[in-house]
């Protein structure tokens, strides 16, 4: 049984190891990088989180499990254009962007890491699936993955481009991009 005192030191541990991954990358991210970062001891540390990939394992699932709380919360009455607002408003958080990348810099070269991304990004299928299924009932349900897959794509490049890792920002490819996002879900 955890405590509410134990819970909170191991919500501070997953901050630090946040931190390291954002600021150092995935290769940066040891149990002494992390323990450092939280101000704590090695032994501290591994009392919570006894190996790296235990660490990596519970930070990926709440990396991932607030992002697909963030979606499911953005359009809980169907908002696509909520839903795309949201998702390119977030692209402007480096910090967000820079998870995502070192997630998927990791999960290139951990089998483990990238068994539980794709688990998240079949989640987040599943979650458009439903919401475009409700905006165009009379498509295949092929489409509806389809759409909900490309959809992802388009967002996931999209915050490569936006968040300055691969591009630079402008007003008319966002309004662009917004529209063909908004578009693939709604079939518009």
């Known amino acids: 049984m ?3 005192k134990g819970a909170a030191r191991r919500a501070a541990l997953l901050d630090a190891a946040e931190a390291t991954l954002v600021g150092g990358g995935h290769t940066a991210l040891s149990l002494r990088a992390v323990a450092d970062a939280a101000g ?5 540390l591994q009392y919570y989180f006894p190996s790296r990939d235990a660490l990596v394992a519970e930070l990926l699932a709440r990396i991932l499990q607030r992002s697909l709380d963030r979606v ?5 009455d169907g908002r696509l254009d909520e839903l795309v607002a949201l ?22 070269r951990d089998e483990a890491v990238a068994v539980r991304v794709r688990a998240f990004y079949r989640q987040y299928a599943d979650l458009l699936t439903d919401r475009i299924r409700t905006h ?4 295949p349900p ?5 759409r909900a897959e490309v959809f992802i794509a388009l967002i996931e490049g999209g915050s490569l481009m936006r968040s300055g890792v691969a591009g630079t ?7 662009l991009l917004s529209r063909t996002a908004l578009g693939i879900l709604t079939g518009g």
């Open 87 to 108: 998702l390119l408003a977030q692209q402007t958080d480096a910090q967000l962007v820079r998870v995502f990348v070192e997630l998927w810099a990791l999960a290139a």
């Open 136 to 139: 165009a009932p009379d498509v």
């Open 2 to 4: 955890t405590t509410a």
């Open 169 to 175: 920002p402008s007003a008319a490819t966002d309004a």
């Open 72 to 76: 499911a919360e953005a359009v809980p």
């Open 142 to 146: 092929e489409e509806h993955r389809a």
């Open 40 to 44: 704590v001891r090695l032994g501290h």
